[in-house]
């Protein structure tokens, strides 16, 4: 499984709270049209954010970065923070709902 991953510093955890939402619906409209395998959007009551997003192969994830690629982009012109990325593989990943079926 592959990964995207964006780590965003807001100036507050206030600023970070009034974005998210804007993250969720940017990435969420991505599950169907791309085939995401995952979506976690985690928030710390510093003003970070943490978005995890994950694609079963490389065709996914560049059809998410033609179709969605430039969410940061449009995030800047609205909202104050600093980001930085990666794109990875998923060496591990665990989850008890997954376990559960």
Do not use: W
């Not at 955890?13 to 804007?22: H, N, R």
């Not at 990325?85 to 989850?95: E, H, K, L, P, W």
């Amino acid at each position: 499984m592959l990964s995207k991953t964006y780590h965003l510093k807001f100036p507050s955890l206030d600023a970070a709270q009034i974005a998210v939402p804007f993250v969720i619906e940017a990435l969420g409209n991505a599950i169907p049209t791309c085939n995401l395998s995952g979506l976690n959007v985690l928030i710390s009551k510093e003003g970070d954010v943490s978005i995890n997003v994950f694609f079963p192969a490389i065709g996914e994830l560049k059809n998410f970065e033609k179709k969605h690629g430039g969410f940061l982009d449009t995030m800047k012109k609205t909202f104050l923070f600093k980001s930085t990325g990666f794109d990875g593989v998923c060496i591990f990943n665990f989850d008890r709902n997954e376990e559960a079926a």
